[in-house]
């Protein structure tokens, strides 16, 4: 009899790769094209016009003079947290020079942060490259154009770690942890949100039939922290925080011209959002980890005081919702992606951010236009002059006030430079000084008009706009009131 003839199994089919991996042929190359064509807005222009920056940056400048002992009345303290990115220019600055070293820390910024988002869209959704130009509006939006980088570095490096610890295992719980740190030596309430999300996450996925009962107490929580910080210290909340709450906002950089791409925008999050709803079931959206996440995020944009004096400072933590609707809007992007997008949509996608990046380009040629300006206008006072600038262009963005800051580097003192005085950062006014407004209510005064001359700030310098849109410098006498003119540079729809 003959044995049965023994076949050998088939080795199984190989899987078919997942839909994300089929999307992004390429590999690294894709990553590197999209990471070049992502900065191009740190290089289009002469320099980047981004608000804070300019202190940052004069502040780096500020440290090399108490190096070297040049800045009397002024040290450097140590400091965990909203100090990163000013490390990183600092150590820039002192490598590569001032122009160099802002180019660089930005960039580094900004792929910190898209990647951070995009790796937490897809690791909550899926890897959707089709919304990689909405996140580039929402990363050179109004927190980037605010200067706000501290904060902006730290929400990136959370997003990185929320990508991690989405789907918890120990090793990405654990690799998760040291981007928290790092992100909190940044700024530290981008941290504070990422771990209140894991804490939500955490009761959520171990109480799946409490989920509604959780959402309403994390709510109540948010509440009572209102008060409680209301009882305690200086706040203000306003129902105008209702509009942070899309995270579309962000796409209103300047002027009004910019609600085109905020409304554009919050179309796309409609029709995509509808979009998820259908496929997914509305039990299923709405009773996702990723929904309920933002809906109590969007309670804290909406419901906690958008301005906060903490303790120990001399300088409010300020716009407190308008930085957290960045986070709302990557959310929103992690929502929408779940669908996918069709061919019409990831044309209109890109459409609209073509329109932003066109005006945004065209904005800060006009800047730029004004620093050069102010640089002309600062070769005619004498050397390591103090000087202030009252130019105000009523703009949603601080756009004018740190841009003779930048300018003032080894040429004057920005004397309403309001870093040292606020006490928020690593450079503090701890003695007499000449070369900085003592308190940071005379910086604020200074820069936004009602600040009387005083005899120890003489001889003082003011930068001013005059009738016909150019700059005017002037010698200002004790007592002589700094006010505020207007600039009216950029281009508005008609």
């Not at 890897?127 to 050179?140: N, Q, S």
């Not at 940044?186 to 955490?202: E, G």
């Not at 996608?349 to 380009?361: D, H, K, M, N």
Request: charged share 15%; hydrophobic share 55%.
């Amino acid at each position: 009899m003959k044995s049965a003839r023994r076949t050998k199994p088939r080795p199984a089919a190989p899987a078919a790769p997942p839909e994300e991996s089929r999307q992004a042929p390429g590999g690294w190359k894709r990553y590197a094209l999209a990471s070049a064509a992502l900065l191009v807005p740190c290089f289009w222009q002469a320099r980047i016009q981004a608000g804070d920056l300019g202190s940052h940056i004069y502040n780096a400048w500020l440290a090399e003079l108490i190096h070297q002992g040049r800045a009397p009345g002024l040290s450097i303290v140590p400091q965990t947290t909203n100090v990163l990115f000013d490390l990183l220019l600092s150590a820039l600055f002192r490598t590569v020079g001032s122009a160099a070293a802002q180019r660089i820390a930005v960039s580094l910024a900004v792929l910190v942060f898209v990647w951070g988002a995009f790796a937490f869209v897809a690791a909550t959704a899926r890897r959707e490259w089709a919304l990689l130009p909405a996140i580039a509006m929402l990363a050179y939006g109004w927190v980037f154009h605010m200067g706000f980088f501290d904060f902006y570095l730290s929400l990136g490096l959370c997003f990185w770690a929320l990508a991690l610890a989405w789907n918890p295992a120990p090793r990405r719980l654990l690799a998760a942890v040291p981007l928290l740190l790092v992100a909190y030596v940044a700024q530290a309430l981008p941290v504070a949100w990422a771990c209140a999300v894991l804490a939500f996450l955490w009761l959520a996925r171990r109480l799946p039939a409490k989920r509604a009962q959780l959402m309403v107490t994390a709510v109540l929580a948010i509440c009572a922290l209102h008060i409680a910080l209301s009882a305690t210290m200086m706040t203000r909340w306003t129902y105008w925080q209702i509009k942070r709450v899309a995270g579309v906002d962000q796409a209103w950089v300047y002027d009004d011209k910019y609600w085109v791409a905020a409304a554009g925008l919050l179309l796309v999050w409609v029709v995509l959002g509808a979009e998820s709803v259908r496929r997914s079931g509305a039990r299923r959206f709405f009773g996702g980890d990723l929904f309920q996440v933002f809906a109590v995020t969007a309670a804290g944009v909406l419901l906690l005081p958008t301005w906060v004096w903490l303790p120990g400072y001399h300088h409010a933590l300020v716009f407190i919702s308008e930085r957290m609707s960045l986070t709302m809007g990557v959310l929103g992007a992690a929502l929408v992606a779940a669908a996918g997008t069709r061919r019409w949509q990831r044309w209109a996608i890109g459409l609209l951010a073509a329109v932003f990046f066109i005006f945004l380009y065209v904005d800060e040629r006009a800047l730029n236009g004004f620093e050069d300006q102010t640089r002309n206008a600062v070769a005619q006072l004498p050397p390591m002059a103090r000087v202030v600038s009252n130019a105000d262009a009523d703009l949603r963005i601080n756009a004018l006030t740190h841009i003779i800051d930048r300018v003032c580097i080894g040429r004057c003192y920005s004397y309403a430079n309001y870093e040292p005085s606020s006490g928020a950062f690593r450079i503090r006014v701890t003695g007499p000084t000449s070369i900085i407004a003592p308190t940071d209510m005379d910086s604020s005064r200074m820069q936004n008009g009602g600040y009387a001359v005083k005899e120890r700030d003489l001889p003082l310098y003011r930068i001013s706009v005059a009738p016909d849109g150019s700059l005017a410098v002037e010698s200002m006498p004790a007592g002589e009131l700094i006010g505020v003119t207007q600039w009216h540079g950029l281009w508005e729809l008609p």
